[in-house]
């Protein structure tokens, strides 16, 4: 009986000692000593590829983040200009750039204890680099089925692409999966593929649309590949295109032959005018300064007509005396 009261003692020391310890723990935690001593310094926290590249006339968005201190946080602009166009909401950088151009402006934080940190941010709005489509090729060789990205850069509004791959000898396509809900057909002809893409919205720029996967029947390196590539709007408008190098040739004959036979008809109508015109005859000059039409005589008003009075009968005069013999 003795010892089991010894044995009550000792263990409700204990307990009291470990709960003691707890509260202590726990008051030391209110405090906020330990948290002050385990938490990181406020930052903002960049992306190892930076911010997205910004286009003009393109909807922005990119992330402020902001790690450490004791959120919330709040983000302000502080000095310098934002592209025209781009607004700080949040913890976002959004809208849509008007103009080109270099801009710094100075982000700056504020966590719940008053904490404040600056960044300088450097945003250069460029034109829009025309719609492309790539492919992301491993760098060495393969020698199984080997699966290749496809992926559209600068998409602009569209909403259908297609793209074709003229294929390295003995490699042929097995299957192209789509992204996401983009909705793929395709076929090979001969050593070249043909990827139709419908996109039920417009994809991002640098997002991969597609997944080509390839098959050689011997190990090959693709490199330098032959593509072609046009990419559409919602309403069938051609925003990009890029033609297989035969293709390129064919078109510029063709556009050659269509140029010279415009010129050959238009130098068939001009003659045949000339042709219809009726013929011009010369006017006869009279004598004088070639080419000078001689000017018309002044009329002339006739004199009035004098009547004519016959002379009066004139008498000699009487012969003196001594004159008659």
Do not use: H
């Amino acid at each position: 009986m003795a010892l089991s009261r010894s044995t009550g003692r000792a263990g409700a020391w204990l307990l009291g000692a470990l709960l003691a310890g707890a509260l202590a723990g726990c008051g030391q935690e209110i405090t906020g000593t330990s948290a002050t001593t385990g938490r990181d310094a406020l930052a903002f926290v960049e992306a190892p590829s930076g911010l997205p590249p910004v286009y003009l006339n393109e909807p922005y968005t990119a992330p402020v983040t902001v790690a450490g201190g004791a959120g919330p946080y709040t983000v302000r602009a502080t000095g310098g200009t934002l592209p025209p166009g781009i607004n700080l909401k949040g913890q976002q950088l959004v809208g849509t750039p008007t103009k080109t151009g270099t801009y710094t402006f100075t982000l700056e934080v504020t966590d719940s204890t008053l904490s404040t940190r600056s960044k300088t941010v450097t945003l250069t709005v460029q034109d829009l680099p025309p719609l492309s489509l790539a492919l992301n090729l491993p760098a060495g060789q393969i020698r199984g089925e080997t699966r290749i990205p496809l992926t559209i850069n600068a998409p602009r509004a569209v909403r259908a692409a297609r793209f074709g791959w003229e294929l390295p000898a003995g490699v042929t396509v097995t299957r192209v999966q789509p992204e996401g809900s983009n909705v793929v057909f395709w076929r090979q002809e001969g050593r070249r593929v043909l990827v139709d893409i419908g996109f039920k919205a417009v994809p991002r720029t640098a997002a991969r649309v597609a997944l080509l996967t390839v098959k050689p029947t011997a190990m090959v390196t693709l490199a330098s590949p032959v593509l072609a590539y046009e990419g559409r709007d919602g309403e069938g408008k051609l925003l990009a295109q890029k033609l297989f190098p035969d293709e390129e040739k064919k078109l510029a004959e063709q556009k050659a032959a269509e140029q010279k036979a415009a010129e050959q008809k238009a130098a068939e109508q001009k003659a045949a005018e000339q042709q219809a015109a009726p013929a011009v005859t010369p006017t006869t000059t009279p004598t004088g300064t070639s080419g000078t039409t001689p000017a018309a005589p002044a009329p002339t008003t006739p004199a009035p007509t004098v009547p004519v009075t016959s002379p009066a009968p004139v008498t000699p005069p009487p012969a003196a005396p001594g004159d008659q013999k």
